[in-house]
T-cell receptor, first 108, second 114 residues
């Protein structure tokens, strides 16, 4: 069984702080790594994707991948109350495997 | 911006009845997917579809499930004889290229089995 593990949280950060979300995966053959944001009762919304080891930045978001450690993370800089949501890590080989998500609350 | 559309937004069905969930993927996308999310649980892969055939399916996607692309735009998920445990949000997603590339999700259909 291929697993994607995330801390369920809740993670609370003050507005303007950096939020750090982490994810580990079990399948060394995984090729692609994704972060989705899901507001309560809504569908997953793609935030970032990363394929290679290292960092990838897009605006306030940075994805980090370490394939040797089977670890992927998402940093959100200058966190805003609107960032409050559940963040889903997804890992892909032939299928997408989602983690259970980390609930983030940004406190004004 | 193009988006994946799903209908209906909410479907209520008696146990044992057949249900068809409909999706219109993004027009230039070639890969189509169904996922389900039981309330409070993680998003689970059901099936992927490419070139008019199933390319991958999970253990959840048993004989009561089927998918079809009946025309050039729609992508459907049929559940033949619904059970109480089929109650969930069902998401359709599409991607432009292979299954390890970004997928874009529709708003989902909430299926309630009575």
């Amino acid at each position: 069984q291929k697993e994607v593990e995330q801390n369920s949280g809740p993670l609370s950060v003050p507005e303007g702080a950096i939020a750090s979300l982490n994810c580990t995966y079990s399948d060394r053959g995984s090729q692609s790594f994704f972060w989705y944001r899901q507001y309560s009762g809504k569908s997953p919304e793609l935030i970032m994707f990363i394929y290679s080891n290292g960092d990838k930045e897009d605006g306030r978001f940075t994805a980090q991948l370490n394939k040797a450690s089977q670890y992927v993370s998402l940093l959100i800089r200058d966190s805003q109350p609107s960032d409050s949501a559940t963040y889903l890590c997804a890992v892909s080989g032939n299928q997408f495997y989602f983690g259970t998500g980390t609930s983030l609350t940004v406190i004004p | 911006e193009p988006e994946v559309t799903q209908t209906p937004s909410h479907q209520v069905t008696q146990m044992g009845q057949e249900v068809i969930l409909r999706c219109v993927p993004i027009s230039n996308h070639l890969y189509f997917y169904w996922y389900r999310q039981i309330l409070g649980q993680k998003v689970e892969f059901l099936v992927s579809f490419y070139n008019n055939e199933i390319s991958e399916k999970s253990e959840i996607f048993d004989d009561q499930f089927s998918v079809e692309r009946p025309d050039g735009s729609n992508f459907t998920l049929k559940i033949r004889s619904t059970k109480l445990e089929d109650s969930a949000m069902y998401f359709c997603a599409s991607g432009r290229t292979a299954s390890n590339q970004p997928q874009h999700f529709g708003d989902g259909t909430r299926l309630s089995i009575l």
